[in-house]
């Protein structure tokens, strides 16, 4: 069988970090196309979580496992280390409560893998320079209608996990869906982070 | 049951319903034998060639096997489910072998308290032993083996038939391809099981129950059915409808400093109870309600229902509505983690319908959606 197309630039480098027959969890999986593209490339196991009816339904035609639930409200109907692997693919920057969520996905996952619009990425730098609210790819919206809440970039994510016991595996950093290697901070407008517990996974509760 | 006229376009038609029965004993959880008894189904669609094409519906406290259609001589005695299957609908007959069975225990003409007691040669009434889900789920395997069906594409029911569903896929987990776990719960609250506690009350305390042998007093304890069916209906729908429905709306349009009808609700509730009480069994009330009381599927492995569903290989599409509050989504999230524990295909809808717990029997498109597509993924 020939697999489907990655929908989005960041699903070959997740998919390239799922161990075959993983067992994933995709958080904010919309209509499912990643966990297609993950059981179809990599053989793995799992399920979508989303809040929207559509995305539901979708996912139910996509022939992908679907658990409607609110991702603010936490991950508490999964157990610790139940998971291979939890991915959040381009959604942390719409969520209120980005500490809670990136604590609660290395709880459930052994690793967890997270991507994100880089809003330091040059193009998006200029465009506020100009006196604009970035309007990109990776951002598609305007500033009165988007439900990204907290954008951030690179070097922001990276302070951010050294100070709460996130240990950073691998990074993937892309533009145009080619990765960057040089001043990523500056030519990224995605990155790909594969991410654990600094201090080891919490213990799998009996 | 639905009043309307029927809508031909999409219904299964006029139905006839169907005895058979069965005389190999069947032991019950309680240890009772039941030695011989009837099961009363109805069937819609076509069994396909290799009997994979065939959906079990169960029904829930006081439906029946008359699932879908009507008949000829009554056309206004629809299908409990109607709404859901038909050719065309969401659980499509056109494709799909539907099985509605009237559970033993009952009073729609499978064997009951009501029925004849062959030992004795008078109704069992209260003789007749109480039985489980796991119960109804064996004397069903046996009504599928009759058929010829070893193997049910899918299980569906809402409620109580949802927790059959369940039960299904832990009793015989080679025979189900698919359960709908509809506005259900693992087990009944203490909540719960007081308000069934209270029907039962109503019904055991008419002095018109006779210890459950009225049959024979040519009485049928009516004033205990309707309270205990009024009490139900209140649990059945959310504040909001029933605000939405009745409000604080007066029949005559004033305050009469009496104690007859006045609110709009009062009224419902008695019309409801009235009619409740004039074609249900009382001592089939009692059983159901123990029924629902006893099920809890955890208990028998130290109350760990993930170790309870080990062994299940069904999928499952578990679905809960937002205002039940009677079995409220957080219930419904209990069966998911057991399910997610065992890594076991289940997809989970939290439905946003105002409706209360009889949401699982509305047509509300996004329920019906997600029915009608997990429906047709299904493999024959």
């Known amino acids: 069988m020939i697999a489907a197309l990655p929908a989005r630039s960041d699903f070959s480098a997740i998919a390239g970090w799922i161990k075959p027959g993983a067992h994933v969890l995709d958080l904010g999986c919309g209509d499912g196309s990643l966990l297609r593209f993950l059981k179809e490339t990599r053989g793995a196991t799992g399920y979508g979580v989303d809040i929207a009816d559509d995305n539901v339904l979708a996912c139910v035609k996509n022939r992908i496992n679907v658990i409607q639930s609110d991702l603010e409200a936490g991950l508490s109907g999964f157990d610790s280390g139940s998971f291979d692997c939890v991915v959040l693919s381009q959604t942390l920057q719409a969520m209120k409560h980005t500490e809670r969520l990136l604590k609660e996905i290395l709880r459930v996952g052994r690793e967890g893998i997270v991507s994100f619009p880089n809003f330091a990425y040059w193009r998006t730098r200029l465009q506020l320079m100009a006196g604009h609210m970035p309007v990109s790819k990776e951002l598609p919206y305007q500033w009165y209608d988007t439900p990204n809440i907290h954008l951030f970039t690179l070097a922001d994510f990276e302070k951010f996990c050294r100070g709460h016991g996130v240990r950073i595996l691998e990074r993937v950093v892309l533009a145009g869906g080619r990765p960057v290697t040089t001043w990523p901070n500056m030519l990224g407008a995605l990155a790909v982070y594969r991410l654990d517990r600094a201090g080891g996974a919490v213990p799998v509760s009996a | ?380």
Not at chain 2, 6 to 34: C, E, Q, T, W, Y
Not at chain 2, 155 to 175: C, E, K, Y
Not at chain 2, 325 to 343: C, Q, T, Y
Not at chain 2, 352 to 371: E, K, Q, T, V
């Open chain 2, 1 to 380: 049951m639905n009043a309307a006229a029927p809508n031909i376009a999409d219904s299964v038609g006029v139905v006839v319903p169907i005895d058979v029965h069965f005389d190999v004993p069947l032991r019950l959880k309680s240890g009772a034998v039941m030695p011989q008894y009837d099961l009363r189904y109805e069937t819609y669609g076509t069994l396909n060639e290799q009997r994979s094409n065939a959906v079990l519906v169960c029904h829930a406290l006081n439906a029946s096997h008359h699932v879908a259609g009507w008949y000829a001589n009554d056309p206004r005695d629809v299908g409990w489910w109607d709404n859901l299957i038909g050719p065309g609908k969401p659980v499509d007959t056109n494709r799909f072998f539907v099985i509605g069975v009237n559970n033993l225990g009952g009073c729609h003409g499978s064997t009951g308290p009501a029925s004849i007691n062959p030992a004795t040669g008078r109704p069992w009434g209260a003789d007749f032993p109480v039985v489980t889900v796991e119960d109804w789920v064996e004397a069903q395997a046996r009504l599928a083996t009759h058929l010829g069906i070893e193997r049910f594409a899918a299980v569906i029911g809402g409620s109580l038939g949802a927790m059959q569903a369940l039960q299904w896929t832990m009793s015989h987990p080679d025979r189900v391809g698919l359960a709908l776990v509809s506005a259900a719960a693992p087990k009944l609250s203490a909540q719960n099981i007081a308000f069934n506690e209270v029907a039962r009350q109503a019904i055991t305390t008419d002095p018109d129950f006779h210890g459950g042998n009225y049959y024979a007093h040519g009485v049928v304890p009516r004033r205990g059915l309707r309270l205990a069916r009024m009490l139900g209906h209140i649990t059945y729908l959310s504040d909001d409808a029933m605000a939405e429905k009745f409000g604080r709306e007066l029949r005559g349009g004033e305050i009469k400093f009496g104690f007859d009808v006045e609110f709009e609700i009062e009224s419902y509730l008695r019309y409801q109870g009235d009619k409740f009480s004039t074609y249900f069994d009382a001592n089939t009330y009692l059983r159901i309600t123990k029924a629902l009381d006893y099920f809890d599927p955890a208990l028998e492995h130290g109350g760990n229902l993930s170790a309870a569903v080990k062994g299940a290989k069904a999928r499952y599409l578990v679905v809960s509505f937002t205002s039940d509050w009677r079995f409220s989504p957080a219930r419904s999230r209990e069966i998911v983690k057991a399910l997610l524990d065992n890594r076991l295909d289940v997809t989970y809808a939290e439905i946003d319908a105002p409706h209360g717990h009889d949401a699982f029997l509305m047509d509300d498109p996004r329920y019906h959606s997600l029915i009608r597509a997990t429906m047709e993924s299904l493999p024959l």
